[in-house]
């Protein structure tokens, strides 16, 4: 396999073990660590082939990069990575390399095979940790506990402190200044938690890792909402680690255990297409059992959007199951010996058994069940939890949600609707809609709360924009809608599939081999999906929201300047404060926002504050106490947020939209 020399070879390398890479970097001369960014870039352009698992990069006639993964398909190993030049292994070939390769996941053991976990989504999966093996624990699982139950030890206190300053170092040079010699020192210190059983600083440590390669490589699913998060749960899980904070939720878990030998009978929802920035591809089946849990599949594997696209149809692991996940998603599986793990999955251990049944309608039990809660409460029932419980762990915020919408009209690139509410009439199915329900405008509002569609995932390679394209297209138009809470955005929805709303209406018209659902990320609506547009007559309302109170609130002057400090670094942000502090100051101020304007004016404070050594000659000063005040400001504006974003699932008014 050769690619072309346009082509980036990092979707095409295996993964590495973070202290692989640091080793690398580390064992370079000064000198060469200055040209080792550079060498970076050169990578995109080299020619990579592959023979079996063993990969190639050429630098030239006699410098010819080998990466041979062990059986878990990862570089675990410092000899599995050698180059035939005489620096040889000292050398800025070979460390360039390992620095272009995806970084190995957190969970894994060195002999499982690499499966990822993506049950939280596309956008919250894409840097979720890879799937245990089911029945399996480590030693690190009993540094864990053992941390879990008196509170960190010196070790796990020192190896937090290396993740502190390392970081520190990271928010002080922003992206610009963190160039591959940063990242190794990071990758060392999550080295060092993972051997203390620091699972969670780890993790969120990797995070940080894969975003700044994404924001210096300007990749296009980069966001840097994402790098402010993963930096602010790492500054904040190794700061209250390092200070002997005996919360044991700040050492988290390497091994999930699965429990086995259940007996269940899951249903098929939908199938959820992923999509990582690290290179992995896949599908998730999402499904529901007789008594309402959910559970899910996932087949993620390296590929990114080809591995996505053709697990779409890929036979589902499970038992002698001989089901693709389409046909799971409209099926069902009845199991013994199910190995199910505290998050839903479902194990393909050897003492599973799985038989295929007959799918079941989203109109029936237990799936009808799905329909039956209004939004507003579930989405306080999600957004109750504590904002800073470990990101790995999923919770309440990740799991589908169902409804019934009626199409409002388009806002950019998301989709207005209002919530349906159904009224019984005798006879009625469960979970229909009268047959006067909204036939025009002039029946008068039927809705509750107006909330936003977006795109679960805007990768041009699947088909969630297009879909949406098609619904906006429809005002009028009845859908029925399994999707996920956005808990960043105001009263926004993030579909997986949708159907038609049974009882009268115009709804969906779909084939009869969909068995009434369209996995948005797989398969494309058509205009004969659709009803007329004469049919969909639209109610009389404003087609448009008013302004996102995230968004628009002046909340957005603190989010760019704590944003700025990751992008631009602690001089950026002294500059800033020579511009618009003033203003920001004041704007925050009048909308009750004093703290958030306070916590503004310490950051920039601190970013300009310079101290003189004996010879007079400036110098930076205070780097914790730099790093402590962006952390306290990026805490109080996450919090600050979620709080606007749950009022907005309980009052539509916030949405700038009177209900009727």
Known sequence: MNLPASASPAGQLPPVEPHVVASAVEELTPRLRKRLDAAIERCAGLAVTASGQTVSISWGEDAVVTLSPGPSGRIADPDAARCGCLLAPRCLHRAAVLSVCPVAEADLPATAEPVADASSGSDAGADAPLDPVPGRETAQNTTGRAAQEAGPGPRQMAAAAGLWDAATAVLMGGVPGAGAVPQAELLRAAHTARLAGLHRAEAAALRVVRGLRAARARHDGHRLADLVSALRELLLTAGRLAAADPDPALVGTARRAYRQGEAL?????????????????????????????????????????????????????????????????????????????????????????????????????????????????????????????????????????????????????????????????????????????????????????????????????????????????????????????????????????IGPVPGAGPTLRLPAEWMDRADLGYDRLRGSHLPSREDCRPRKEAAEAGPDPVAASPLWRARRLVELAVSGGRRTVAESARGDSLARRAALRRAGFETAADLADALTAEADRRTRDVFGRLVDSGDDLYAWTWLAAAVHLTVTERALVRASWHDDRATGEQAG
């Open 265 to 497: 009978k899951v249903y098929g929802v939908c199938r959820e297409p992923v999509i990582s920035a690290t290179g992995y591809g896949g599908v998730v089946t999402h499904l529901v059992a007789e008594d309402g849990r959910w559970f899910s599949i996932a087949d993620v594997r390296p590929g990114g959007s080809a591995r996505a696209r053709g697990a779409a149809t890929a036979t589902v692991a499970l038992g002698a199951a001989a089901l693709d996940h389409a046909g799971l998603a409209r099926g069902g599986l009845l199991i013994s010996g199910a190995e199910i793990s505290p998050e839903g999955r479902l194990g393909a251990g050897r003492g599973v058994r799985a038989n295929p049944v007959a799918g079941l309608s989203w109109s029936a039990s237990p799936l009808a069940a799905l329909f039956a809660r209004p939004l507003a409460e579930t989405a306080g029932v999600m957004f109750s939890g504590d904002p800073w419980d470990d990101p790995r762990d999923g919770g309440g915020a990740g799991q589908p949600v169902g409804c019934d919408l009626v199409i409002v009209g388009a806002e950019g690139d998301r989709v207005l609707a209002r919530e349906l509410t159904p009224r019984a009439e005798p006879g009625g199915e469960a979970g229909a809609f009268p047959a006067s329900a909204g036939r025009s405008g002039a029946d008068g509002p039927l809705g509750g709360l107006l909330i936003r569609l977006a795109p679960a995932d805007s990768h041009p390679d699947l088909a969630h924009v297009a879909n949406l394209r098609q619904l906006a297209s429809r005002p009028g138009l009845r859908v029925r809608v399994i999707g996920r809470l956005d808990p960043d955005r105001a009263a926004t929805l993030r579909p997986l599939a």
